[in-house]
DNA sequence: CAGGATCCAGACGTGGATCCGT
DNA sequence: ACGGATCCACGTCTGGATCCTG
């Protein structure tokens, strides 16, 4: 167990010093054993991280730093550094919230440390990139709260069946569970009582993508 | 995996087949580890027992024989056969009930099967006793009803943090939780917030062992 | 390519009870 | 003796994400 960073400078200093390190190196000084692929251990690269940066892992309801109001974010980059995935970033509550400043989708993306990773390189080999530590701008904040919007006046009304990931210019949702067959209870639009997977805010790619420009450039 | 069996007789067959046989003989016959103390292995007597008979486990809300309605219970006797130790009902509930009849003490007490464990040999010898199914009497109904009426009384008007193990005659509530530390939030009787430690309704020993007496006399 | 589906680790809750100090 | 405290197994939930098929 790594302790916390102390203050942002701290965090922004041990994720520089992280940052051109092959997946093998960090993986041997921390004691964590390498994964041979990531089709099982999909979450391995983000819990790696983690504890590289001392991140207060497994907790809930709470920032990955707390004391810092951060986020952690591990984000997958081909050759040339552009993000390949959307990112997670955090299951839709059964009680949703009604402004977007109260959402956890805004208190999420509030601070985020954005940790690049290389993915087009066999796995010891793959590298840590720089790291950014971005807050929204206005625009980035607009477009993000009319998607929110959109989606969760969907969800409100009982259109939470018929809401699918085609929605939402740069958040969306998609299905979040272990398998198809797991299902949670929920009201449809004529307010009958129903059965839909559980379900997560997305970021899409282009997002990511321009976030990581933003501030290489 | 044993299949569940099909009816009360069933059951009964099987409870009687493996009454007079030793732990060892019935671990080994299931080929389920025996533990050398009970200290640190306290539900593994239950977990053995409820695969012997064909029990659902690790069902909630449900009953062990579900399509039986019977529940199952095993009770530690020493070397006359008497109970030695109170007997786990259920855990209080966050929304308790407002009826005896419809709470989940008088349920899960409604048709029972006891199996009695000799406690006073070394493990490997201790034998599986004759079980006995035991439906409450209306007289053991009345005293569980007014012990329960007595506690529920105590919980719902928020003297919960007050209410000791002292109360009840044949029912009573104890902790129930892994430590002194875990706490769930609760109302005091002034309305305000405030933590107390899980509890759950247990048997008084006295009660299981009038159950067997009754039936084995 | 991207929407829908899936996978692992670790925390947490519940059911199975017995332990142990005063 | 018994009231208060504790211990294990196992299923479920949550946070970490990437996979994969049309």
Not at 19 to 38: I, K, N, R, V, W
Not at 62 to 81: C, M, Q, R
Not at 152 to 158: F, K, P, Q, S
Request: glycine letters at 6%; proline letters at 6%.
């Amino acid at each position: 167990m790594i302790n916390s960073p102390a203050s942002e400078t701290e965090l922004l200093a041990r994720a520089k010093s992280i940052a051109g390190l092959s997946l093998q190196a960090l993986a041997q000084s921390l004691q964590y054993d390498l994964p041979t692929d990531f089709q099982h251990h999909k979450g391995w690269l983000g819990l790696l991280l983690e504890l590289a940066l001392g991140a207060t892992a497994g907790s809930a309801a709470e920032p990955d730093f707390p004391d810092l109001s951060i986020e952690l974010k591990t984000v997958p980059v081909n050759a040339i550094g552009k993000p390949q995935e959307s990112t997670f970033v955090c299951t839709v509550p059964n009680q949703i919230e009604l402004q977007w400043r109260d959402s956890v989708v805004y208190h999420k993306m509030k601070k985020v440390l954005w940790v690049p990773v290389e993915m087009h390189k066999p796995i010891p080999e793959r590298c840590i990139g720089m790291a950014v530590l971005a807050t929204m701008t206005p625009e980035q904040e607009t477009i993000l709260q009319q998607d929110w919007l959109e989606l969760t006046e969907a969800l409100i009304t009982g259109h939470a069946d018929s809401l699918t990931a085609k929605y939402g210019q740069m958040l969306q949702i998609r299905p979040k569970a272990a398998n198809s067959s797991i299902v949670e209870a929920a009201i449809d639009a004529e307010g009958n009582p129903t059965k839909i997977m559980p379900r997560g805010f997305y970021l899409r790619t282009d997002y990511t993508a321009a976030i990581l420009e933003q501030y290489y450039l």
